[in-house]
């Protein structure tokens, strides 16, 4: 859109106040005039319009509301309009304000990066954190939550099933909830990373995740690491996962035979035990050689064929 289509396309709008600042963030600011401010504030605070227009003009700086009059801290509309073009402007605006319920829910529609600027009381508000929980307003949503939503079951509950990774900002507790983890990881597998200690030695969880893939061997406990049932899963999965088993299933005849019958280069993953033990080192060998035997006679077959 050219620059007098745009300036035609405001002043065609200017009259609707709920127009004017949704479209502030495709308009240019040097459009806005102490006539516009008229329409927006309805002719009030006439005192207050040059401050009003040099706050506006000069937006992108975080810090512009930090020195001036309280009237225009607590301007409710002046602070959505730099909202909408900042979010980082908030934190200099009235307690009022940034204790306002209402005006909150109203600005995050236009722009959720102020979640991070939340007051202790929002933060702490039941209300406030279900609806961005459950609308799925933020990426992050939980991480602006305080201490004891984060321990609020049902609140990271809802918010786990629809973005795994928020069971970062979970409370210790419910990081080692199982039903908390498992919606976690079924929403998003690596949210695994963020699970308790002790959730890293439950088989259940660990099934879960290495038969999505086996490399996630890597997040399981020494003690699961070293399960035969366990590694024989994530190596089913995925061979690789032989890497993150433990030093004593490298040791194993039937895994290190296992992998290096799908890739006999992972004979470098068997211990030094078994690379000296002459009679398997031989049983392979002659293993390999049959399996590459029985690929060049199903070749010639085809050829024939």
């Known amino acids: 859109m050219s620059k007098i289509s745009k300036k035609k396309a405001f002043f065609e709008l200017q009259k609707d106040y709920n127009i004017i600042t949704t479209a502030l963030i495709n308009i240019p600011i040097n ?6 401010l008229g329409f927006i504030f309805n002719n009030e605070h006439k005192e207050y319009y040059n401050d009003i227009l040099h706050i506006i003009y000069n937006y992108k700086n975080k810090n512009i509301l930090q020195n001036v009059d309280y009237n225009l801290k607590n301007n409710k509309k002046l602070i959505e309009i730099l909202c909408i073009l900042n979010s980082r402007t908030i934190r200099y605006a009235s307690d009022e304000i940034l204790n306002d319920k209402h005006f909150f829910l109203t600005i995050l529609k236009q722009n959720d990066k102020i979640l991070k600027y939340l ?17 799925n307003i933020y990426t992050y949503d939980l991480k602006y939550a305080s201490n004891r939503l984060k321990n609020n079951k049902d609140i990271v509950l809802q918010a786990v099933k629809k973005n795994g990774l928020v069971l970062e900002y979970a409370s210790e507790t419910l990081k080692n909830d199982k039903d ?3 919606q976690a990881i079924n929403n998003n ?36 690491k070293n399960d035969k ?20 299933l490298h040791n194993d005849r039937d895994i290190i035979l296992f992998v290096i019958n799908h890739n006999g280069l992972f004979l470098e993953y068997a211990s030094n035990e078994l690379k000296n033990n002459y009679n398997f080192i031989l049983n392979t060998c002659l293993t390999l050689v049959l399996i590459i035997l029985f690929f060049i006679f199903l070749n010639e077959l085809n050829i024939i064929l």
Do not use: M, W
């Open 31 to 36: 459009y806005i005039n102490k006539k516009i």
């Open 119 to 135: 007051s202790h009381d929002l933060k702490d508000n039941e209300e406030i954190v279900n609806i961005i929980v459950n609308n």
């Open 180 to 182: 908390i983890v498992l």
């Open 189 to 224: 597998i690596e949210a695994l990373e963020f699970a308790s200690e002790e959730l890293h030695n439950d088989r259940d969880i660990i099934l879960f995740v290495i038969n999505y893939d086996g490399l996630f061997l890597e997040y399981a406990s020494e003690t699961l």
């Open 229 to 248: 049932d366990i590694v024989l899963q994530a190596i089913n999965n995925n061979i690789e996962a032989l890497e993150f088993a433990s030093e004593i």
